[in-house]
Structures are given as C-alpha cells and as structure tokens.
C-alpha cells in the first residue's frame, strides 16, 4: 500500500469525520473554498477563456462572468469572516445563485466553441458539476443540509474503508527468498 494513498484515506476520513460531527463549520469552511475558487475560476477567464473566439457578445459575456466571478469570491472569503451568522446563509444562496447563472453563460460558451468546431467535454461536466454543486447549496442553509452533509460524510467513511480495502487486498505479494542447502533440495 502506497503512503501516498495512505495518507489521502487519513485526510478524507478525518474530513469526514468533521462533516458528521460539526457540519455547520464544515459549511462555513466550504463558502470560503468555493470563494477561493471563484477568485481563481475568475482569473482563468478573464486571462485565457476570453481570448478564445473574436466574437464581441462572446467576449463581453466572459469579461462579465470573470470579473463577477473574482468579486464574488472575494466577498465570499471576507464577508464571512468579519460579520454575523446571517452573512453565512446569504453567501450561500448569493454563492448558489451565481453557480447557476455561471453554468448558463457556460453553456452560451460551449455553444459559441462548438461553432468553430472545437469540442470540450471537460466543459459539459463542469457544467453539470455547476449545477449540482448549485442545487447542493441551495439545500445548506436548511436544516436537510446539515443532514445532507453529515450523509456526505458518512458516503465518505464509506468509501474510505472500500478504498483502503481494495488497496490491501490488491497490495503486492512480497516474497522472501530462502537459501537451501544441497541436503534440503
């Protein structure tokens, strides 16, 4: 068994555990994750999607959603920080929102590429992802997100004992050597 996956099992179960335990905290790191990953998100389109078709609505459209995107997370990693409860919940579904309508203006984009011939499967599954993700959020704030969480982390332990099961039983057979004499052959 490889140390590496080892220590990946330690972390998602450790993880998991906090999902059960404390889901409400587990949420509140989550709006600043995905706020970190919208300030990312935001830079990539802005510096390399934007570019990618001479098309003016096409271009425009993404400058939007970067620069949305980029503010957006900001204000999911700071506001957070410094105010009430309340800004927790109102990330969340301000967070949720923009998933959606960030999935529409990629399905604009996707269209827009398909035009000039150019098929990007790692677009549809991110869209899908989007609203998944979205639809997931929605629920947060509500007493069946917690549930949701705690359930997540339950699918996790799971998978976490079936990862490190299929690793041990898959392991390398290690065979010793032994040095015979010619009256033991």
């Known amino acids: 068994m490889k140390k590496t996956h080892l220590l990946l099992a330690a972390l998602v179960l450790v993880i998991a555990l906090m999902m059960i335990i404390a889901p409400q905290e587990c949420i509140k790191v989550s709006v600043i994750v995905l706020g970190i990953a919208s300030v990312i998100t935001g830079l990539y389109t802005l510096l390399f ?30 506001l957070p920080l410094f105010l009430a ?10 967070i949720a929102s923009f998933m959606v309508l960030y999935g529409a203006v ?3 984009a996707l269209t827009k590429i398909k035009e000039i011939n150019s098929e990007n499967r790692q677009q549809k599954i991110e869209i899908a992802a989007f609203f998944v993700l979205a639809a997931f959020i929605f629920c947060m ?11 997540v982390g339950v699918a996790l332990m799971i998978g976490v004992g079936i990862f490190l099961f299929l690793e041990w039983k898959h392991r390398p057979l290690v065979l010793e050597a ?8």
Do not use: C
């Open 141 to 151: 704030p509500a007493k069946i997100g917690l549930t949701l969480v705690r359930l």
């Open 49 to 78: 999607e934007r570019n990618l078709i001479e098309d003016s609505v096409f271009q425009t459209t993404l400058l939007v959603r970067g620069i949305a995107s980029i503010v957006l997370g900001a204000l999911a990693i700071i």
């Open 85 to 94: 409860e309340f800004i927790w919940t109102v990330m969340l579904y301000v």
């Open 106 to 108: 990629e399905i604009f």
């Open 178 to 185: 032994q040095i015979l004499s010619d009256d033991e052959v």
